[in-house]
């Protein structure tokens, strides 16, 4: 009797997915034994063998079954035979999915430069792909990404774009997508690596996992000046004859914090204002400014971060009027190492107050018999700082006062030696009384003085008082001899004794007489000699 299978095939259980051939499936199984014609019954004499072979049976999935069911027939010399089914049932385990090489696995994404039209709105995105296999015919496969680290920028979206059922290859897709915005604080050419661990899971507990990295690289971002709270980028200031000083904060930032920003001033000045007269030199104006601050490598604001300082030094601007402004706009800059600049006019407005006129002694002459007028103009040497004041006087009086004077101007002001007449606008006019005694009797080069104070004023009020000085020179007066009369008596008084300079004169106080020259007779010329000796006459001598 032999054994052998039948040429047939069952095939049942719940998978119903693809399957070998029932060729294949029949090659899987094999049968051997027999009785020899000495037996009449064997224990175990029939062996059966499975064997898949190079069938796996992955198709299958957790718990599928395949229910095969082969026939194994014995026949003997004469036809009889009989026939025994086995069935090999079959269950499918899990077959974890496998993520095949290749694919794309990484991405890149760039800040736009500074003030691009887009910048801090445009969503940078980038994106790849893998594929995936899973031997069971019917797992379908989900994906979920985990970062590797924590504060990653923008999001991870991985998604499934093709399933793996049916045998077919899955495609799964990743994006990344991040807001411009997200990337200020970076640095040009600063980077920053995120990576990703993708995870495709068959929800049987079969997972495969993959890396994906992106890469993130900053632009420059300039660095910008702000004017916050407890900030100030304009000071007014008044004129008042002492150096003017101010000083104010600004505040500054730099999204790229890695960046060391400077604050310095810009080598410029720009003046404005109503004021037209002579200022300080550019190069002077500018030294009155200065800056100072900026951000560390580790700072990306800073409130009040800016200190800038005005200071006019030795010069206070007396030169403007009352209610005359200048304006200097001064530029404030910060820089960072890459280029970046940002500015900032900081703009001082200086007021001017009217500066009191100083008035100047003035001093003039005459001289006696000679000259007898002098003229002139008071205001000539007197200053006021505030170009564009006029100046008048307001009062002239006789002598120095020391005090203001409010009236006798375009008056004849008496003085001691003669008369002085002021006008308003400072000119003036002195008449001596050459024929007062207290001239006259001057001597040769005597010297005296006439001195009257008086009140000036500009055009904003303000006053200043001082003298004008009129020096007398005196002349020399020629002395007045006057006949002298005396008498003697013949036989009786024949001798007169005198003195010829009691009776004469000499206005010029002060002045000593002598006799130098005598003679006989008169004819009204001088005479010289013959003093202190005998002259005789036509009756003695």
Not at 112 to 125: G, P, Q, S
Not at 473 to 493: F, L
């Amino acid at each position: 009797v032999n054994a052998t299978e039948v040429d047939s095939i069952t095939k049942g259980g719940t998978y119903t997915g693809t399957l070998p051939t029932d060729a294949e499936l029949k090659a899987m199984f094999t049968v051997s034994g027999n009785l020899d014609a000495t037996e009449t019954d064997k224990t175990s004499g029939i062996t059966w063998n499975f064997n898949s072979g190079s069938h796996y049976f992955d198709g299958m999935a957790a718990g599928e079954t395949l229910i095969l069911t082969y026939t194994v027939q014995v026949t003997d010399p004469h036809g009889a035979t009989d026939a025994h089914d086995v069935v090999i049932t079959i269950t499918g385990t899990n077959d974890a999915p496998t993520i095949i090489a290749g694919g794309v696995l990484t991405g890149s994404a760039t800040e736009l430069v500074d003030k691009h039209a887009d910048e801090n709105t445009l969503d940078h995105t980038t994106s790849g792909y893998f594929d995936v296999t899973d031997a069971d015919l019917t797992d379908a496969v989900s994906v979920s990404a985990t970062p590797q680290g924590v504060g990653y920028l923008g999001t991870f979206t991985p998604f499934v774009d093709t399933q793996t059922t049916g045998g077919a290859t899955g495609k799964i897709t990743w994006e990344f997508k991040v807001n411009d915005s997200a990337l200020d604080h970076l640095a040009k050419g600063e980077t920053v690596t995120q990576l990703y661990d993708v995870t495709v899971d068959d929800g049987k507990g079969g997972t495969d996992t993959v890396t994906v990295t992106v890469t993130i690289t900053g632009t420059n971002d300039a660095p910008e000046i702000h004017v916050r709270a407890g900030d100030s980028d304009a000071e007014s200031l008044t004129e008042s004859n002492i150096a003017l000083t101010a000083t104010g904060k600004l505040s500054l930032s730099d999204v790229d914090i890695i960046d060391v920003v400077n604050a310095t001033k810009v080598d410029s000045i720009a003046k404005g204002g109503t004021y037209t007269g002579t200022l300080p030199t550019d190069t002077d104006l500018k030294a009155m400014f200065s800056v100072t601050g900026g951000l560390t490598n580790t700072e990306s604001d800073k409130d009040n971060g800016i200190t800038w300082t005005f200071n006019s030094g030795s010069h206070l601007f007396s030169e403007l009027a009352a209610g005359e402004t200048l304006i200097l706009t001064y530029t404030v800059q910060v820089t960072d190492p890459h280029g970046g600049i940002d500015t900032k006019d900081v703009v001082i407005t200086i007021t001017g107050t009217n500066d009191a006129p100083i008035a100047v002694a003035d001093v003039d002459n005459v001289k006696e018999d000679v000259t007898v007028q002098a003229t002139g103009n008071v205001l000539t040497n007197d200053t006021d700082i505030d170009a564009g004041d006029t100046k008048e006087v307001i009062g002239v009086t006789a002598g120095d006062t020391g005090t203001e004077v409010s009236v006798g101007v375009g008056s004849n002001i008496t003085g001691t030696y003669g008369t002085l007449v002021v006008n308003a606008d400072g000119t003036y006019t002195y008449d001596l009384d050459n024929s007062a005694v207290n001239v006259q009797e001057l001597l040769e080069g005597q010297k005296v003085y006439d001195v009257f104070t008086y009140t000036m004023q500009d055009s904003e009020g303000a006053k200043s008082t001082t003298t004008i000085t009129i020096t007398i020179e005196g002349t020399n007066d020629i002395p007045v001899a006057v006949a002298d009369i005396d008498g003697v008596k013949e036989d009786d008084t024949v001798q007169a004794t005198g003195n010829v300079l009691l009776n004469d004169t000499d206005v010029d106080a002060g002045d000593t007489k002598e006799v130098i020259g005598v003679k006989a007779g008169y004819d009204g010329s001088d005479v010289s000699g013959n003093v202190a000796t005998s002259v005789d006459g036509t009756y003695g001598s």
